[in-house]
């Protein structure tokens, strides 16, 4: 920095160029500190930041020390709040998520970390054994969020937390914690019945609970099919239709109609009696579970559809239109009539 040329490059510089250019010589000549200097004091844009000093850092591998010298400078990181928002979505950009990752953490921006682990969890994974060998990234996730809880409590009633760090009331991040909580029973039970060959992948992409209403509901069903049998995994999918409110009687149905497919009959009614025992299950929600069944009446042998509608509770279900078989008694002997064809 005291060599001649240098000081008549600086001079110039300051005088006949760009801000950009002042701080791109300065991390030439390994200045970095003062190239961060220059930032702050003229208040350049963050595209400066990006171009003149973040992405040549990690692009040689110098992220740390950058980092370091963000937090020598200002150790509340306040004054380069928009250069770290810049920079993450610069990184997101570039799909470079585990530097993104390694800069969140160093914002102490938990909840967004919390966001980058889940997605290391679900990306790219193509069945739930594969899940199973990242289960890693969820407790991670959980910690961040823990940690975010931990500080909001601590700062109740003082300084707000810093302007840059994602934001979250206590009750969101309790249900995401949650969430993920859900998420890793459902993990470790659907890579267990993997690895025991009762499950296996029927649709991509891998449904999780981070999806929509829709995936989720395709999780409960995948839970309760995947076991030796619907009570297995009942439990876990109750909880998931139930914290997220998800509607029930469709997703036993779709669940039923699998079990037809796969001639399980005796375990359609094995569904019926925790769907009963659940204790919130309406009246009709049985009646409409073997209607739904009914549908699919072609594929079922005469024996176990008698069976499955013998197990209707309302009359005026075994009549209905809905059902395509109906049981009309005739003189004590029961005729089945199919549409217009009478079977005696």
């Known amino acids: 920095m005291h060599n001649t040329y240098y000081q008549e490059c600086l001079f110039y510089l300051h005088h006949y160029s760009t801000h950009l250019a002042i701080i791109s010589f300065y991390m030439r000549h390994n200045c970095m500190r003062e190239a961060l200097q220059h930032l702050q004091k003229k208040e350049s844009p963050p595209e400066v930041f990006i171009e003149g000093i973040f992405q040549p850092s990690y692009t040689s591998g110098k992220l740390h020390i950058l980092e370091n010298l963000l937090e020598d400078i200002d150790p509340t990181l306040e004054s380069w709040g928009k250069y770290l928002i810049a920079a993450c979505q610069h990184l997101q950009k570039k799909n470079y998520y585990h530097l993104l990752y390694e800069l969140q953490q160093f914002m102490k921006d938990q909840v967004r970390a919390a966001m980058t682990c889940i997605r290391f969890f679900c990306h790219k994974a193509k069945t739930y054994a594969e899940l199973g060998e990242k289960l890693t990234w969820l407790l991670k996730a959980k910690d961040h969020l823990k940690i975010y809880l931990q500080e909001t409590s601590r700062s109740t009633g003082k300084k707000k937390l810093t302007f840059f760090r994602k934001k979250m009331n206590s009750a969101d991040v309790s ?33 999780t609970l981070f999806g929509n209403n829709h995936m989720k509901m395709d999780v409960a069903c995948k839970v309760m099919l995947g076991g030796k049998n619907v009570e297995d995994g009942f439990g876990i999918a109750f909880r998931v239709l139930q914290d997220f409110k998800l509607d029930a009687p469709a997703t036993y149905c779709k669940v039923a109609q699998q079990l037809v497919k796969r001639e399980k009959y005796s375990e359609i009614r094995q569904l019926l009696k925790c769907v009963n025992e659940s204790g919130v299950a309406a009246k009709s929600d049985g009646d409409t579970i073997l209607l739904s069944c009914l549908e699919k009446f072609g594929s079922i042998p005469s024996q176990e559809l008698d069976g499955l509608i013998q197990a209707i509770h309302s009359d005026d279900n075994k009549v209905s239109r809905k059902s395509p078989t109906l049981h009309i008694p005739l003189d004590g002997i029961i005729f089945k009539t199919k549409f217009s064809e009478f079977l005696i």
């Open 175 to 207: 249900r995401h914690m949650n969430t993920v909580g859900l998420q890793l029973e459902v993990t470790r039970f659907l890579h267990r019945c993997e690895s025991a060959g009762t499950s296996q992948i029927t649709a991509l992409p891998l449904p």
